[in-house]
């Protein structure tokens, strides 16, 4: 059993920066490739950025493509989100996810292991 919990969020100016982390335990880290997740009230839980476990390349979002970086520490099981330039539209709810081998995908049903979720707020 993997088991995730997400740390970081906060409320932070528009321009402003944050950095969010997913803390793993259970199983081996290196194997699973991570992304984060977020949701906004009333709509729907959408992508932000993945990270592969073979390669360390990451995918991101159109939206917040230049402004996000994701990465991992395979020696503290961590991946982080660095969030920079943020705008009132990134105010969600923002969870990491895990899957076993594969690659990070788009898609939150390819995911496995989710984390409870961390609140970012981006006032305007």
């Known amino acids: 059993q993997v088991l995730l919990v997400e740390s970081g969020g906060g409320l932070v100016e528009a321009g402003g920066s944050l950095r969010v982390a997913c803390a793993a335990s259970g199983g081996s880290f290196r194997t699973y490739s991570m992304a984060w997740f977020r949701q906004a009230p009333g709509k729907e839980r959408e992508f932000v950025a993945g990270i592969n476990w073979r390669s360390g390349s990451a995918d991101y979002a159109d939206s917040v493509e230049g402004r996000f970086t994701i990465s991992r520490d395979n020696a503290k099981n961590t991946v982080y989100l660095e969030m920079n330039g943020l705008l009132p539209e990134d105010t969600a709810v923002y969870y990491c996810?895990?899957?076993?081998?594969?690659?990070?995908?788009?898609?939150?049903?390819?995911?496995?292991?989710w984390g409870q979720g961390t609140q970012v707020t981006v006032s305007s």
């Open positions: 996810a895990a899957r076993i081998f594969g690659r990070a995908y788009r898609t939150a049903t390819e995911y496995s292991y």
